[in-house]
């Protein structure tokens, strides 16, 4: 079973425009929660993260909100630009020593 | 300059051959990992060490073998019995609280 679901495989959005990606996860025993971005051919890195103690992460254009009763996180990356076209993928880790698990990601293209 | 290097870039792998994919490490963190990734699949775990010594089967691990004689290693062997071994294969080293990957390495049967 998938514990984290990204349930849109892709997403367009104008360039300027807010960029919105979306994760769910199945369990409750998440404390951590992580943003990944991966071009073509390359290793993913790393982008943005969030303790379960909070509810808000901001880094400059990219801001993560986390709702634990809904378990569900989002992505805002604001105003999108061409060179955010990539892959982002969702990862979430639980409070004990474990890998981190993967949803299966979006792809997000935005358009000049 | 700290980093994970994997090599090859890209392999190519006949019909019945076993081949080795490295992962080296100079940022001396303990845990290393592997995973594939597939069109629509994600990131899938095979294997992953968390000290020298040892090591554990994540999720996909039938088919794939690892060794962890170093700290700085952790290559992974794709073995005759992967009946579909074309994937772009991930290493990372981690802290509980984020990994770095490598450049990753194109595995194709021919």
């Given at each position: 079973?998938?514990?984290?679901?990204?349930?849109?495989?892709?997403?367009?959005?104008?360039?300027?425009?807010?960029?919105?990606?979306?994760?769910?996860?199945?369990?409750?025993?998440?404390?951590?929660?992580?943003?990944?971005?991966?071009?073509?051919?390359?290793?993913?890195?790393?982008?943005?993260?969030?303790?379960?103690?909070?509810?808000?992460?901001?880094?400059?254009?990219?801001?993560v909100f986390l709702n634990k009763s809904a378990k569900h996180l989002?992505?805002?990356?604001?105003?999108?630009?061409?060179?955010?076209?990539?892959?982002?993928?969702?990862?979430?880790?639980?409070?004990?020593?474990?890998?981190?698990?993967?949803?299966?990601?979006?792809?997000?293209?935005?358009?000049? | 300059?700290?980093?994970?290097?994997?090599?090859?870039?890209?392999?190519?792998?006949?019909?019945?051959?076993?081949?080795?994919?490295?992962?080296?490490?100079?940022?001396?963190?303990?845990?290393?990992?592997?995973?594939?990734?597939?069109?629509?699949?994600?990131?899938?775990?095979?294997?992953?060490?968390?000290?020298?010594?040892?090591?554990?089967?994540?999720?996909?691990?039938?088919?794939?073998?690892?060794?962890?004689?170093?700290?700085?290693?952790?290559?992974?062997?794709?073995?005759?019995?992967?009946?579909?071994?074309?994937?772009?294969?991930?290493?990372?080293?981690?802290?509980?609280?984020?990994?770095?990957?490598?450049?990753?390495?194109?595995?194709?049967?021919v």
């Open positions: 079973d998938q514990q984290v679901k990204q349930n849109s495989p892709s997403l367009s959005v104008q360039e300027g425009r807010i960029s919105i990606l979306n994760c769910d996860y199945t369990n409750s025993m998440f404390d951590y929660f992580l943003w990944y971005k991966k071009y073509p051919a390359e290793g993913p890195t790393f982008l943005i993260s969030i303790s379960s103690i909070k509810d808000k992460n901001e880094d400059g254009r990219f801001t989002s992505l805002h990356i604001v105003p999108s630009q061409p060179g955010d076209s990539a892959v982002y993928f969702c990862a979430a880790r639980d409070s004990g020593n474990t890998p981190l698990v993967f949803g299966k990601g979006t792809r997000l293209s935005v358009i000049a | 300059d700290g980093g994970i290097t994997q090599s090859p870039k890209y392999l190519f792998r006949k019909e019945g051959q076993n081949v080795t994919l490295s992962c080296e490490q100079n940022l001396n963190h303990d845990a290393m990992y592997w995973y594939r990734q597939d069109p629509g699949q994600g990131l899938r775990l095979i294997y992953y060490s968390q000290i020298v010594n040892d090591f554990q089967k994540g999720d996909i691990a039938e088919g794939y073998s690892v060794s962890r004689e170093k700290k700085e290693s952790f290559p992974l062997t794709v073995t005759s019995a992967q009946k579909n071994p074309t994937a772009f294969y991930l290493c990372a080293t981690g802290l509980p609280y984020g990994y770095t990957f490598g450049s990753g390495t194109r595995l194709t049967v």
